[in-house]
């Protein structure tokens, strides 16, 4: 048996907790913003086209940061949709259908 400290990481992380798939994130939200930005500017001159780069792209920071248990947003969607699809019908012997 190995004994690996506690403050290594099974992943390459460019800061801690933020590696290159949250990176991958942030920066799709970026481009997403980015492209919501130039039709935006087809429509109007206002600040408001600034300010969506800047919404989107701090929405996918958010997503993926993990919070103080590890988890972040994202993570806790998947397990939420993967827990929903599971059976919730349980039986006991109290309310057990007779057969």
């Known amino acids: 048996m190995y004994q690996v400290p506690k403050n290594i990481s099974g992943k390459f992380e460019l800061i801690p907790g933020f590696g290159w798939n949250e990176l991958f994130f942030v920066l799709s939200g970026f481009l997403v913003g980015i492209f919501v930005y130039l ?3 087809i429509f109007t001159q206002s600040l408001i ?4 780069v800047f919404v989107f792209t ?3 920071y958010f997503l993926v940061i993990p919070g ?3 988890n972040s947003v994202l993570s806790l969607i998947k397990y939420y949709i993967k827990w929903s699809k599971k059976q919730k019908r349980y039986l006991n012997a109290i309310g057990r259908d007779k057969c």
Do not use: K
Request: avoid cysteine.
């Open 39 to 41: 039709v935006l500017s």
């Open 49 to 52: 086209r600034y300010l969506v």
């Open 58 to 60: 701090g929405l996918a």
């Open 68 to 70: 103080p248990d590890g």
